[in-house]
Each structure stands twice: as C-alpha cells, then as structure tokens.
C-alpha cells in the first residue's frame, strides 16, 4: 500500500481542473438542449411541408447532415 501524497502544492491546478470539468459539462448540457431544441424546429418545419433539401440549402448543410439532426 502507498502513502497518499500531500497534493497541497498541486491544489491551485487541481482546484482549475474541477472548475474547467464542471464547465464542460455544464457546456455539453446546453449542447444537448440546444440540439433537441433544433430537432423540434426542424421537424416542425417539415411538418409544415418544408423539404430537408430546401432545410439543407438554407443551411449551407447536406441533406444528409439534415437526417443526422433530425436522429434521436
């Protein structure tokens, strides 16, 4: 078995790890919201009879990227 190492040198990077990962998950939240929230518009656009290819074209993306957006 090892001694713990005393880390109280380390506490200033260790502490700025923390914030950066709470950060980044806070961020790929909003990312999974934001996406949900472009699937509903986008499928109420087609509901609406707007095809994927004009969604696309307005875009400036494919119509495959439109049918990765759309997927849940």
Known sequence: MTADKD???YRP???RIREV???AIHHARLAQR???ERRELMQ???DQGVSRADIARE???SRQAIQKMLAV
């Open 21 to 23: 990962r709470e950060q």
């Open 13 to 15: 990077a260790l502490d």
């Open 59 to 61: 875009l400036g993306v």
């Open 34 to 36: 934001f996406a949900a």
């Open 44 to 46: 109420s656009l087609i």
């Open 7 to 9: 880390l109280s040198a």
